[in-house]
């Protein structure tokens, strides 16, 4: 069983920066690719970025390239998200997800691909 608790969500100005954390349990984290997606009021989940298991390759969606970064630390269990420039439409719950099936690959962008996911927290940027 694999765990995922999110963290570091809160209130920003446009144009701030937070970081979240994703810390995970339950299994062999440096074996699967990690995730980040979001959740806006009215809309589906969307894909933000993703993060192969060696931490060498990520992959951004359209809406955050340039802005965020995805990175992890295998040494200790934990995925975290660089958001820059954020913007009032960022605005959203982010949640982490594990995908233990294919981790080598960049381009999986779909939430049935992953099988573990986080609780989510919720970020607001105000204008």
């Known amino acids: 069983q694999v765990q995922l608790v999110a963290s570091g969500g809160g209130l920003v100005q446009a144009g701030g920066s937070l970081r979240l954390s994703c810390a995970v349990s339950?299994?062999?984290?440096?074996?699967?690719?990690m995730a980040w997606f979001r959740q806006a009021p009215g809309k589906e989940r969307e894909f933000v970025a993703r993060?192969?298991?060696?931490?060498?390759?990520?992959v951004y969606s359209d809406a955050v390239k340039g802005r965020f970064t995805i990175s992890r630390h295998n040494a200790e269990d934990t995925v975290y998200l660089q958001m820059k420039s954020l913007k009032p439409e960022d605005t959203a719950v982010y949640s982490c997800?594990?995908?233990?099936?294919?981790?080598?690959?960049?381009?999986?962008?779909?939430?049935?691909?992953?099988?573990?996911w986080g609780q989510g927290t919720q970020v607001t940027v105000s204008s």
């Open positions: 997800a594990a995908d233990t099936v294919v981790p080598f690959l960049l381009s999986r962008r779909e939430r049935v691909q992953y099988d573990y």
């Open positions: 339950g299994r062999t984290f440096s074996s699967y690719a």
């Open positions: 993060i192969t298991w060696s931490g060498g390759n990520t």
